[in-house]
């Protein structure tokens, strides 16, 4: 089958060299053998200018080109023959090979060789004399020698092809690394900054509104110690997340992160910060056994608890505030609920951002979240928040429904 696309400026230089040296030689009277069927010096120009127009088709229909060509020399044996056709032909054979479809490149040398072996063995049994020997050698450089030739250059490329090949797709899997490292850890860090320092903006954000609200000395001089309380705190998790960055520690969850026995400070900070809003915070710690937990797990529980505080005093109706914690067999539980309804007074805005960090660090553990309003006991709207953290090398503890 013809290819569509034009012959290479290589192919055409082969072409217009040999077609002219061959005619040079004819002019010269070189001829490779006598007393042929065709005897004109003239004849062996037509097998010439065959295989010369072949060599146009030496890449875009080889296994085409070849056929021809191998007809061409044979016809070229009845004239006085040309040394470029026989080089041209070597030349065919070499393309076929390497341009050629994969079934001829393993189909080729092996077919040449057979034809070699039966060329030397037929030559033998009729000349019965080793010059018959020479016939043999000669179609072996004719023919199975271009074709194993076509083969070692066919196999180094497509050996060289399949390790730059090999070499991009480790580029590409090492840049698709990177990118996923670079962007789990500014998912990281987004979550830091988002559970450290959200929750005491909120607070200076509710009680500044309170405070330019509410025209009394001692409700401002309480919102203001509210305001102070959170910005100092605020400031000094801002300065550990900075610190943590300067030093570039490797370390995923730094050992200076908050841990479970943090949450009572937490609450009653909440607590203080929530009064002026009609909240009350309560923490019930149901566990049997309250030993450390892995620093990810506790810290994932600790922001779990913190966000849910923070959209509470955002968002929650007045009413008790419950943080409960309690762990069964190798999973820790985690629950904070608050009256869900409208409010008067001051509240923040929410973006969601804080759901969304909270999912993703529960995922990060194999764990289950769900939040979402749900009816309590007393048929009270509530809001709660509820994860399931794995513990893989925790112990049995109290149990709560």
Same mark, same amino acid.
């Given at each position: 089958?013809?290819?569509?696309?034009?012959?290479?400026?290589h192919d055409i230089l082969i072409a217009a060299v040999g077609l002219l040296g061959g005619a040079v030689l004819?002019? @010269?009277? /070189?001829?490779?053998?006598? $007393?042929?069927?065709? $005897?004109?010096?003239?004849?062996?120009?037509?097998?010439?200018?065959v295989m010369a127009g072949l060599e146009l088709l030496r890449r875009g229909a080889p296994q085409t080109a070849l056929v021809i060509?191998? @007809?061409?020399l044979v016809a070229d044996q009845f004239t006085p023959g040309n040394l470029a056709t026989v080089l041209m032909f070597t030349d065919i054979m070499y393309a076929a090979v390497l341009y050629g479809t994969p079934a001829a490149a393993r189909r080729i040398p092996v077919t040449t060789f057979l034809i070699t072996v039966g060329v030397t063995i037929?030559?033998?049994?009729?000349?019965?004399?080793?010059?018959a020997l020479l016939v043999g050698i000669l179609t072996a450089v004719v023919a199975f020698v271009p074709a194993l030739t076509g083969v070692s250059v066919r196999n180094h490329r497509e050996a060289a092809d399949a390790a730059r090949l090999r070499a991009d797709q480790t580029a590409l899997l090492a840049e698709m690394d990177r990118t996923q490292a670079v962007t789990a850890e500014r998912a990281r860090m987004a979550r830091e900054l988002h559970d450290m320092v959200a929750n005491h903006l909120s607070a200076i954000a509710i009680h500044s509104t309170a405070a330019l609200s509410i025209d009394e000395p001692e409700t401002s001089r309480n919102a203001l110690g509210v305001i102070r309380e959170n910005s100092v705190e605020g400031l000094a998790e801002m300065r550990r997340l900075i610190g943590l960055l300067r030093t570039g520690s490797a370390d995923p969850e730094p050992s200076s992160s908050p841990t479970l026995a943090s949450l009572d400070a937490l609450v009653e900070q909440h607590r203080a910060s929530a009064a002026s809003s009609g909240l009350s915070c309560v923490l019930e710690d149901t566990r049997a056994d309250r030993e450390r937990l892995p620093a990810p797990v506790e810290l994932a529980a600790y922001r779990i608890v913190q966000e849910s505080l923070t959209n509470a005093l955002k968002h929650a109706a007045p009413g008790p505030v419950t943080v409960r914690l309690g762990q069964m067999e190798r999973v820790l539980k985690v629950e904070v609920s608050s009256? /869900?309804? $409208?409010?008067?007074?001051?509240?923040?805005?929410g973006s969601g951002a804080g759901l969304v960090g909270m999912r993703e660090r529960v995922a990060l553990l194999d764990g289950e979240f769900e939040a979402g309003p749900v009816t309590g006991g007393d048929d009270t709207r509530l809001w709660r928040v509820r994860a399931r953290l794995p513990v893989p090398d925790g112990t049995e503890g109290g149990t709560w429904s």
């Open positions: 089958m013809f290819s569509s696309a034009r012959p290479h400026r004819s002019l @010269l009277g /070189l001829r490779m053998q006598n $007393d042929r069927l065709f $005897d004109a010096s003239w004849t062996a120009l037509v097998p010439l200018t060509g191998t @007809l061409a037929g030559f033998l049994a009729w000349f019965r004399d080793a010059e009256v /869900l309804g $409208d409010r008067t007074g001051p509240r923040a805005p």
